[in-house]
């Protein structure tokens, strides 16, 4: 079930642990964070405490883990406590390290998930900002076949397919139904390796953290049992062997399928960058840190588009207008050619909104771009003009004895074209109240969902002659 609002810790906690890459003792405090804070880390060990926010316009590596970076500052290997944080529904925490790296404790969300539930879960009065999925939203890399595919969902439900091209592993299916099952069935999954690429990856410093206790080490060749030996000998262990299934007895496997359990894991993680909670299917092939943080950015731009939509005023063309076509003669003086609103949608003290249908029989486009008509620029800026007018003259109660006459016209952009067939809205709201017939307006023209046009305009009223 979708919570509705927002959620942070109730008290602050930490722990400490070995960072898995770098090899560091590192203790991370997790606080109480307001509405809309999100995820954000901080090195006290740095000079000036910089913070580091999880969005995924800050990942600088994802070779070994999702590594992002803010203010001249890293924090490494982010994925498991981010995918905790998610799992649990929490949406805001301040996350303060005293080193680079989270700690990687037994491979897993799941100590993660303890912490939190010990310190205590808070709903906050703020609303979650969900990222509804509108359309469905595919990803696809060439070069190595990885897949993702996002489809509209009323819930978050991910599927995952991990193939190695392992005889060990072999092709492994994943799925969480409902975020409130990622306790249960997910956060326990270990992360995991191959043997023939541990020796090389502990000897050349890139795993200086490692520890056959936090990760699950599938053997695909034959291995003698000195080697074995020398490999237990190597990170600190009596003895090691095989077991029937393939992996080194080191830890318990949690289920046959957990590998793939691990990598959905991981995509959680990784798609916390996002920045918000999500309600979408997500279905991935072959799921990887590089290839999750791509796709976590797709969907990024498709929440701002989201976004963008939202912010939109939604015009009815189909409403009964506050003024038509008449109304509008009475206060304007402008006539045929030159009246360029047909009707007013909506007015108020502060603000109007007003409408002009553009049509092919427009007599500029005999003369503006005959090939290709698009509506002047300077016509778009005198109908939004029209439109301010009307609001300036609704002031006094005998606008037919005045006259609208702009002073400044500024902050002027144009954005998309303007054709026949087109419906322009003006969208006009006061910057200051209106003083001895002097109003400063911010206007914005749209088609459909876009913004064609924008401009501030001063104007004042006087009476005619």
Do not use: W
């Not at 070995?18 to 560091?24: A, E, P, S, W, Y």
């Not at 992002?68 to 490494?76: H, L, T």
């Not at 326990?188 to 090389?200: C, D, R, S």
Request: proline share 5%; glycine share 6%; hydrophobic share 40%.
């Amino acid at each position: 079930m979708a919570l509705t609002k927002q959620r942070t810790l109730k008290q602050e906690t930490h722990i400490s642990g070995i960072g898995l890459h770098t090899g560091k003792q590192i203790t991370i405090k997790f606080k109480p964070a307001l509405a809309n804070f999100g995820f954000r880390f901080v090195r006290t060990d740095l000079e000036e405490n910089p913070t580091i926010k999880a969005d995924a316009n800050n990942v600088v590596d994802t070779s070994r883990g999702t590594t992002i970076e803010q203010n001249g500052a890293r924090v490494y290997t982010v994925e498991h406590v981010l995918a905790a944080l998610v799992g649990l529904q929490i949406d805001n925490v301040l996350m303060e390290l005293d080193g680079p790296e989270i700690p990687i404790l037994d491979g897993s969300s799941k100590q993660f998930i303890q912490l939190f539930e010990e310190a205590g879960i808070e709903e906050l009065e703020a609303p979650k900002n969900y990222f509804e999925l509108q359309e469905t939203i595919s990803y696809k890399n060439e070069k190595t076949g990885n897949e993702f595919i996002a489809i509209p969902s009323d819930t978050f439900r991910l599927s995952v397919m991990v193939d190695y091209g392992s005889e060990v592993l072999g092709m492994q299916y994943a799925e969480l139904k409902n975020i409130e099952d990622f306790k249960a069935e997910i956060a326990g999954a270990k992360t995991f390796a191959f043997l023939h690429e541990l020796e090389f990856l502990f000897k050349n410093g890139l795993i200086k953290g490692g520890d056959l206790n936090n990760a699950l080490v599938f053997v695909e060749k034959p291995v003698s049992q000195d080697e074995l030996d020398r490999m237990a000998t190597l990170f600190g262990k009596p003895r090691i062997s095989i077991t029937e299934k393939g992996f080194l007895n080191n830890v318990e496997l949690l289920a046959n399928n957990e590998p793939a359990r691990h990598k959905l894991l991981d995509l959680i993680g990784d798609l916390a960058l996002i920045g918000q909670p999500i309600k979408a299917h997500i279905i991935a092939k072959k799921p990887g840190h590089f290839n999750n943080v791509e796709f976590a950015k797709l969907l990024k731009k498709a929440s701002a588009r989201n976004q963008k939509r939202k912010e939109l005023p939604q015009f009815d063309a189909q409403s009964v207008p506050v003024l038509d076509i008449n109304a509008i003669m009475k206060l304007l003086p402008h006539r045929p050619p030159f009246l360029l609103v047909d009707r007013v949608l909506h007015i108020s003290d502060s603000q109007i909104i007003g409408s002009k249908n553009v049509t092919m029989n427009e007599s500029f486009f005999v003369g503006h771009f005959p090939e290709e008509p698009v509506m002047p620029g300077v016509l778009q800026i005198e109908a939004m003009a029209q439109t301010g007018g009307i609001l300036v003259l609704t002031t006094v109660p005998d606008p037919e004895n005045y006259l609208t006459y702009f002073m400044k016209i500024d902050q002027v952009k144009f954005r998309n074209k303007v054709v026949p067939g087109d419906t322009l809205f003006f969208k006009l709201d006061l910057l200051s109240p209106i003083r001895r017939g002097i109003c400063h307006m911010k206007g914005i023209a749209y088609v459909g969902n876009k913004i064609v046009m924008e401009a501030e305009m001063m104007a004042q009223i006087s009476k005619k002659n």
